[in-house]
């Protein structure tokens, strides 16, 4: 087994600016972030009292952790797990849809909404996180375990 070999604090700046830099020019895109989900567990899809502009410890996401982690697009899971069937899942995917909608309303300088790569680029240009929903289904039948309908997620 190798050891470590000890970086000097210097060395380490130096790493850390250029990743910052290259992050700025070839910003992540998330493919799958279940924070539409985690709000309807918490507040009830209610950014007032899970407000995601600051950090939230008992979340997976946050605006400070997207703004420094370098991510410049967003895919939003639309997720509505294999036990809500029929109207149910349907009514769901909708409400998760419509948060995922408000939520880019409500940090409108952090997030916009985005359904082309044209719109991914002016959103990055532009400062602000391009936000994609997506839904996508939990299941036991024989496809693949993630199905994205952008398409309809993302129709105006």
Same mark, same amino acid.
């Given at each position: ?6 970086? +000097?604090? %210097? =060395? ?15 910003? /992540? ?16 899809? %209610? &950014? ?14 946050? $605006? ?10 967003? &895919? ?13 899942? /349907? ?5 998760? $849809?419509?948060? /995922? ?9 952090? &997030?916009?909404?985005?359904? =082309? ?11 602000? $996180?391009? +936000? ?6 939990? +299941? ?9 309908? +952008? ?6």
């Amino acid at each position: 087994m190798h050891e470590a070999t000890p970086v +000097s604090p %210097d =060395t380490t700046g130096r790493l850390l600016e250029r990743a910052r830099a290259l992050l700025a020019r070839h910003p /992540v895109v998330d493919g799958h972030n279940d924070l539409a989900w985690a709000v309807r567990e918490l507040a009830g899809y %209610d &950014f007032g009292r899970a407000d995601v502009a600051v950090a939230r410890p008992e979340l997976q996401t946050d $605006i400070p952790r997207l703004r420094a982690g370098g991510v410049g697009a967003q &895919f939003w899971s639309v997720y509505v797990p294999a036990k809500l069937q029929g109207d149910h899942a /349907v009514s769901a995917t909708l409400e998760q $849809i419509d948060a /995922v909608r408000a939520m880019v309303a409500r940090y409108g300088d952090a &997030f916009a909404l985005a359904t =082309t790569a044209g719109g991914v680029e002016r959103a990055v240009a532009a400062g602000r $996180i391009a +936000s994609l929903p997506r839904a996508v289904t939990r +299941s036991t039948a024989p496809w693949p375990r993630c199905a994205c309908c +952008s398409p309809w997620a993302c129709a105006t």
